[in-house]
């Protein structure tokens, strides 16, 4: 009877070692899976703070195009202006030297 007692001792001693193993396995993966849950959050904070980013780009490009667009169409009005002003300067100094050219010949 003391053999069993002994062996039974060994076995209880040996089923809460294995317990306790089996325990620090759980709360290592518990950890780890705590760890993923934590890294996959801040992924998905971050991909979506991306694309806000992204959004926002997007919309100050369609911005600045509309803005360059309107900028372009300001400079050829500009520049159609400006030889305009040039053609009628060019008549009008023609004008002037004629006008002179016969001042000087009377």
Known sequence: ???RVSNSSAMTESSAVEIEIATR???A???ALESAVERRRDA???ENE???RIQA???DR???ADELDGALVKARKLER???EISDRLDSAIVTIRSVLDTGEDG
Do not use: E, F, I, Y
């Open 81 to 83: 202006a400006n030889r």
């Open 62 to 64: 369609s911005r600045l």
């Open 57 to 59: 780009l997007g919309a």
């Open 50 to 52: 991306l694309a806000a």
């Open 25 to 27: 396995r759980l709360t």
């Open 44 to 46: 998905d904070r971050d």
């Open 1 to 3: 009877m003391n053999d």
């Open 29 to 31: 993966a518990l950890d």
